[in-house]
């Protein structure tokens, strides 16, 4: 008797108690929640989506930014494929940006364990690293042209220097150390934030315990704080070397693109392809950018995901 009532009992709270869960897991979205999400879904659709898309489409086209146009297939990649000016924009970009990203990171990570170590007025000496990072980049730019054209050949030339008492700008063999330069002193102070975040967020302890077993300090700093702070690194490295693909106003500021176009980035080419009535074209080169960039924010993804609680 006790087994005939309970099996139907089990039968019927089954079914339900599934739905009840089901229904109690489901999260019930916030109306202010979407009243917030909707304004800015649509500025973003309208001002970044939808232009992407047009000029995805127009770059199989004939257009030069205006008027009628007709579609032509992937002629405009073939071209940009195969148009020496584009590869070597490219070949610019990415050396450039490797040079950049190990220069910033080998000089904010020492900064990082400098500013973070016993030394007198390290808070106000951060203070001062970081100011370069909010100062315009194309007025930094204009500042250290005039540095470079000026400053710096009359203290060569007073010093018997040969090599620098020409301005580096105007040798094609030397503009990019010039713009390593400059974009590096402006990426420098937000990379070495993270890098004090990262080196404050390892214990005390630690060290403590690697000076009691008689651990010198190049030994801490390859067996502690380098492993230590690896998630860190790595963000830097990939964040850093996706924004420095995209460097454009200090190296206007600074070169034009020139001498010639040795130091022309992709975003410039892109840029001047606008103005000089290829549109379409330099939009088939822009899609391939961002490509290139889409490829780099997955990798970025995916090497940072579970570091941030690094």
């Known amino acids: ?44 659709t309208l001002a970044i989506t939808l232009p992407a898309v047009m000029g995805i489409v127009l770059s199989f086209t004939n257009s030069v930014g205006f008027g009628e146009f007709r579609f032509i297939g992937v002629t405009n990649y073939v071209a940009v494929f195969s148009d020496p000016a584009i590869l070597q924009a490219y070949l610019f970009t990415i050396g450039f940006s490797l040079v950049t990203v190990l220069v910033v990171n080998a000089i904010a990570f020492l900064l990082a364990i400098a500013l973070t170590s016993k030394v007198r007025g390290k808070i106000a000496l951060r203070a001062v690293f970081v100011l370069p990072m909010v100062i315009s980049g194309i007025v930094i730019a204009y500042v250290f042209s005039f540095l470079f054209a000026n400053s710096l050949p009359a203290l060569a030339t007073t010093l018997g220097f040969a090599p620098l008492e020409q301005s580096i700008l105007a040798d094609p063999d030397l503009a990019w150390i010039a713009i ?47 492993p230590l702070t690896a998630g860190y690194i790595l963000i830097n490295l990939v964040i850093g070397f996706k924004n420095f693909l995209n460097s454009y106003d200090i190296i206007v500021g600074l070169t034009d693109g020139g001498p010639g176009t040795s130091t022309t980035s992709v975003a410039m080419s892109i840029f001047k392809g606008f103005n000089g009535g290829d549109y379409a074209y330099q939009m088939a080169n822009a ?6 960039a889409v490829v780099i924010a997955v990798i970025q993804l995916r090497a940072t995901r579970g570091k941030a609680a690094l």
Do not use: C, H, N
């Not at 899609?287 to 290139?292: A, E, K, L």
């Open 180 to 226: 390593v330069v400059v974009t590096a002193w402006q990426a420098i102070p937000s990379t070495l934030l993270i890098y004090i975040a990262g080196v404050l967020s390892i214990p005390g302890d630690v060290y403590e315990a690697a000076s009691l077993d008689g651990a010198s300090a190049w030994r801490q700093l390859v067996s502690i704080t380098v």
């Open 1 to 44: 008797m006790t087994l005939a009532t309970k099996a139907p009992a089990s039968r019927a709270d089954g079914p339900t108690t599934g739905l009840q869960v089901g229904r109690r897991k489901r999260p019930r979205v916030d109306p202010l929640f979407l009243a917030f999400l909707l304004p800015t879904l649509v500025l973003f």
């Open 287 to 292: 899609t391939i950018f961002f490509v290139i």
